[in-house]
C-alpha cells in the first residue's frame, strides 16, 4: 500500500486499502486491530485472509468412506417353505448338477421365485448352464452374481444336503423338479383365472388356445411326476 503524499490522512487510505482487500464484511476485524503503518496492514490483511480461506475449507474429518456393501448370509434367509423350496434346489443344482440333468436346471433357472435374492442366485444358474459339466461350475456360476451375492452362492455350494449319500440323486432331481411343478402350478392356476374371463363365443380361437395350454401344462406336470 503506497502512503507517499498522504502523511495526514495515512491512516484514512490504509483503512481503504484495506477495505478494498478484505471486502466490507472482513474490514471490522482490521480496524479492530488498530492499523497504524503498511507492515501492520500487510499482517492484518494476510491474518483475514488466511481466516477466511480456513473457514471455506471441507472438514476432512467428518468426510467418511461409505462401506461396501454387507455380503449376504444363508443363515439370514427367511424359513418359509416357499424360501426354503428354493434354497434347497438351488443348493441342489450347484453342488450336483450332474445327478440333477442340465434339462431339469434349465427348467428350474427358468422358474418365478419368491424370495428376491436367491433369484439372483437363480438368474446367474441360468447364464452359466452351458459351463454345466464344467469342474469349475460353482465359480462359473459365483463369478456371475453382484460381489455381495459370492459369499452366499459359495454357501450354498457346501451346505448340508439333508440326505444319505446313497439318495442324494434322487432327492436333488425330486427338489429341482418341486421348484418347477410349483411354477406349472402357478400357470395352471393363471390359465384357469384367464378363461374364466374369456368369453367363448365371441373369442372362440382365444378360448381354444388357453384350453390348450392348459392340456400342455397338465401333461407336463405328469411326465414331471413320472421322471
Known amino acids: 500500500?503506497?502512503?507517499?503524499?498522504?502523511?495526514?490522512?495515512?491512516?484514512?487510505?490504509?483503512?481503504?486499502?484495506?477495505?478494498?482487500?478484505?471486502?466490507?464484511?472482513?474490514v471490522r476485524r482490521v480496524d479492530v486491530l488498530g492499523v497504524r503503518d503498511e507492515r501492520e496492514v500487510g499482517r492484518a490483511v494476510a491474518s483475514v485472509r488466511g481466516a477466511s480461506a480456513r473457514a471455506?475449507?471441507?472438514?476432512?474429518?467428518?468426510?467418511?468412506?461409505?462401506?461396501a456393501a454387507e455380503a449376504l448370509d444363508l443363515r439370514k434367509l427367511p424359513t418359509d417353505p416357499a424360501t426354503r423350496l428354493e434354497r434347497d434346489a438351488l443348493m441342489a443344482m450347484l453342488q450336483y448338477p450332474s445327478e440333477v440333468g442340465a434339462d431339469l436346471v434349465r427348467r428350474?433357472?427358468?422358474v418365478d421365485f419368491v424370495d428376491n435374492t436367491l433369484s439372483v442366485v437363480r438368474d446367474a444358474i441360468a447364464t452359466?448352464?452351458?459351463h454345466i459339466a464344467s469342474p469349475d461350475w460353482l465359480s462359473r456360476v459365483a463369478a456371475e452374481v453382484p460381489a455381495p451375492f459370492e459369499t452366499l452362492v459359495k454357501q450354498l455350494?457346501?451346505?448340508?444336503?439333508?440326505?444319505?449319500?446313497?439318495?442324494?440323486g434322487v432327492y436333488?432331481?425330486?427338489?429341482?423338479?418341486?421348484l418347477v411343478d410349483r411354477d406349472l402350478l402357478r400357470q395352471k392356476r393363471d390359465l384357469?383365472?384367464?378363461?374364466?374371463?374369456?368369453?367363448?363365443?365371441?373369442?372362440p380361437e382365444r378360448y381354444a388356445q388357453v384350453q390348450r395350454d392348459l392340456v400342455r401344462v397338465e401333461a407336463e406336470r405328469r411326465a414331471l411326476r413320472d421322471e
Open 128 to 130: 452359466s448352464i452351458e
Open 56 to 67: 471455506s475449507e471441507p472438514d476432512r474429518s467428518s468426510v467418511q468412506e461409505q462401506p
Open 108 to 110: 428350474a433357472s427358468s
Open 172 to 178: 436333488c432331481r425330486g427338489v429341482s423338479a418341486a
Open 1 to 26: 500500500v503506497e502512503l507517499q503524499g498522504h502523511p495526514a490522512g495515512g491512516q484514512h487510505v490504509l483503512a481503504g486499502a484495506v477495505h478494498e482487500l478484505v471486502g466490507e464484511r472482513d
Open 192 to 203: 384357469l383365472g384367464t378363461m374364466q374371463r374369456i368369453d367363448s363365443v365371441a373369442e
Open 157 to 168: 455350494g457346501v451346505a448340508p444336503i439333508p440326505e444319505r449319500a446313497e439318495l442324494i
